[in-house]
């Protein structure tokens, strides 16, 4: 542990980083897609997977990702092989995306509901989570499906997806699924059994039967680390430290974040105990 001159010194860099500096919010995404850099998924590092259909192109306009409408016969989705997650690792794994559905239905498969818009993983322990959004409202499944069976798909929650853009956070932990709107736990449902996926992520509209028009502004995937390793590169450094100062006394700390993970110990105020963490593990090489 660091000595209190030390303390002084830390606080004295942090307000300088502060306040003559612009830092970046911490940095825990490794896989991410945002419309706001002019460009398609494909050129960001998503594959497009299309079916046979009549669906428009996908378009990139003032910084929205337009998606659809995609037809009754055809699916447009983006797959990342090779995904990089543990679902039961741990650290929580977090799958967020910031969208406005204008159409987005469920359709009847027999042995379940496809909902017409999806944010999904598979995991290295092939695991399989899956978000789906309708106009009227959203589920969660812990299969490849969204089955009648309630351990493994929620209750469609009813939520009106379509008046504004919204922020859906999917939290890995603890043997849970929890999904955030806007900063509000809505459901929660256990991570499901193993199954014979390989591993992957996917958003979009993946399901040939289901319709769904969407605008999105971002896509991202990643891995909350050691709480003090902000940029989760493996060790607590410099780095970790300037980013720390980007929220230093904030506070109104709260859900989903906690003052975007800077709030370690989440009592709803970036001080002197966070700064505490920090010198804990200083230098420390986290994996």
């Known amino acids: 542990m660091f000595s209190n001159h030390v303390y002084v010194w830390a606080v004295l860099v942090l307000l300088t980083l502060g306040n003559g500096l612009a830092v970046s919010d911490v940095d825990i995404w490794q896989n991410t897609y945002y419309a706001e850099l ?11 997977f299309e079916g046979d259909g009549s669906s428009p192109d996908p378009t990139v306009v003032n910084g929205i990702l337009h998606q659809g409408p995609t037809s009754t016969t055809e699916y447009q989705a983006w797959v990342k092989d090779g995904a990089f997650c543990h679902f039961r690792g741990p650290v929580p794994f977090v799958m967020e995306c910031k969208l406005k559905v204008i159409s987005s239905n469920f359709v009847d498969y027999g042995y379940g509901w496809g909902p017409g818009w999806h944010c999904t993983a598979s995991d290295k322990d092939k695991s399989y989570f899956a978000l789906g959004i309708t106009q ?8 490849s499906r969204f089955s009648y069976n309630s351990a493994e798909s929620s209750p469609l929650v009813a939520l009106d997806t379509t008046s504004d853009f919204k922020v ?3 939290i890995f932990f603890n043997g849970l699924g929890q999904l955030y709107v806007n900063g509000v736990l809505i459901v929660t449902l256990p991570i499901g059994s193993i199954n014979d996926h390989s591993s ?10 289901t319709t769904s028009e969407v605008d999105i502004e971002y896509v991202r995937f990643g891995i909350i680390s050691e709480p003090s390793d902000l940029n989760t590169d493996g060790v607590v450094d410099f780095v970790d430290f300037a980013t720390f100062a980007s929220d230093w006394l904030e506070s109104s700390c709260g859900l989903p ?29 986290i994996w």
């Open 200 to 209: 992957f992520l996917v958003f979009g509209d993946p399901h040939p039967l």
């Open 168 to 170: 859906y956070r999917l």
């Open 38 to 48: 002019g460009t398609l998924p494909t050129t960001q590092g998503w594959p497009l």
């Open 136 to 143: 009227t409202g959203v589920r969660l499944t812990n299969t």
């Open 257 to 285: 974040d906690w003052c975007n993970g800077h709030d370690f110990d989440q009592n709803g105020n970036v001080g002197m105990t966070d700064l505490a963490e920090i010198a804990e593990h200083w230098l420390e090489e």
